[in-house]
């Protein structure tokens, strides 16, 4: 009886904390990678610039540490490969995105410069969500597409 109390307490506790970790916002619209601790927020800013900020468990941002991020991304024949350098709370791209409304991007991030890197793979679709504020490839809808009136609204 008491190894069932434990494995459904076990079980309630590990829900719970699936729970939190999907209830992350990104602070500033972007989308959340949570692959890595500290979770990132990727985003393009207005000069068409990655931004990287780094979140505890309760979506606030905290300072890029040691962190290392490279992005690869645009076409798969010549990519661009685009490296970061801190910027106060956030970490930012030394070039701007390639031209495009849809690209695909791999974002990879080190904890410390010898560690393993966390990889993050997605489509960066730059088009603008038809029922929220953010653009595609960040949106925090919930629906998936299945909806009338979304067509070609791919999550």
């Given at each position: 009886?008491?190894?069932?109390?434990?494995?459904?307490?076990?079980?309630?506790?590990?829900?719970?904390?699936?729970?939190?970790?999907?209830?992350?916002?990104?602070?500033?619209?972007?989308?959340?990678?949570?692959?890595?601790?500290?979770?990132?927020?990727?985003?393009?800013?207005?000069?068409?610039?990655?931004?990287?900020r780094f979140l505890d468990d309760a979506g606030k941002v905290v300072a890029p540490a040691a962190?290392?991020?490279?992005?690869?991304?645009?076409?798969?024949?010549?990519?661009?490969?685009?490296?970061?350098?801190?910027?106060?709370?956030?970490?930012?791209?030394?070039?701007?995105?390639?031209?495009?409304?849809?690209?695909?991007?791999?974002?990879?991030?080190?904890?410390?410069?010898?560690?393993?890197?966390?990889?993050?793979?997605?489509?960066?679709?730059?088009?603008?969500?038809?029922?929220?504020?953010?653009?595609?490839?960040?949106?925090?809808?919930?629906?998936?597409?299945?909806?009338?009136?979304?067509?070609?609204?791919?999550?």
């Open positions: 009886m008491k190894t069932n109390i434990i494995a459904l307490a076990a079980l309630i506790a590990g829900l719970s904390f699936a729970s939190a970790a999907e209830k992350i916002k990104a602070p500033n619209g972007g989308r959340i990678i949570d692959s890595v601790e500290p979770h990132a927020e990727f985003l393009i800013n207005a000069d068409k610039k990655i931004e990287i962190q290392v991020v490279t992005v690869t991304m645009g076409d798969r024949a010549n990519p661009t490969k685009l490296a970061f350098a801190k910027d106060g709370d956030k970490l930012v791209s030394d070039k701007t995105i390639p031209e495009g409304k849809e690209l695909p991007v791999v974002v990879q991030i080190k904890t410390a410069p010898d560690a393993k890197s966390a990889t993050a793979k997605f489509s960066l679709n730059l088009a603008k969500c038809p029922t929220c504020e953010h653009a595609e490839y960040a949106c925090t809808c919930a629906h998936g597409g299945e909806e009338k009136g979304h067509e070609g609204h791919d999550h």
